[in-house]
């Protein structure tokens, strides 16, 4: 069973960076397409970033797009997220989740394993 655990969050003034992380472990990582989603109270599930199984493609929306970008690290069966730029928007509680062979989508009901989320919190 896969299993996926974030680290990196915290607190940062806006204008700052942070580099999420999300540790892989109990099947071949670099069979998974991974992505990261974000929530903040109120508003809906968003995909922030995510990579197709074989690495080929990512997916950013508008919202975040030249700012983060995600990376994999395959030695390390590692995930990340950098973040950079941040703004008060970016506030929420972000999740790292797989999807078997996927092709990087930005849909979350794709991706069958999660973690429990790491918090984001971005001052003003």
């Known amino acids: 069973q896969v299993q996926l655990v974030e680290s990196g969050g915290g607190l940062v003034q806006a204008g700052e960076s942070l580099r999420l992380s999300c540790a892989f472990s109990?099947?071949?990582?670099?069979?998974?397409?991974m992505g990261w989603f974000r929530q903040a109270p109120g508003k809906v599930r968003e995909c922030v970033a995510a990579m197709s199984w074989s690495g080929a493609s990512t997916y950013y929306p508008d919202s975040v797009k030249g700012r983060f970008t995600i990376s994999r690290d395959t030695a390390k069966n590692t995930v990340y997220l950098q973040m950079n730029s941040l703004k008060f928007e970016d506030t929420a509680v972000y999740y790292c989740a797989a999807d078997y062979r996927g092709m990087g989508s930005s849909f979350f009901r794709r991706y069958s394993d999660w973690g429990r989320g790491t918090q984001v919190t971005v001052s003003s």
């Open positions: 109990g099947r071949t990582f670099s069979n998974y397409a």
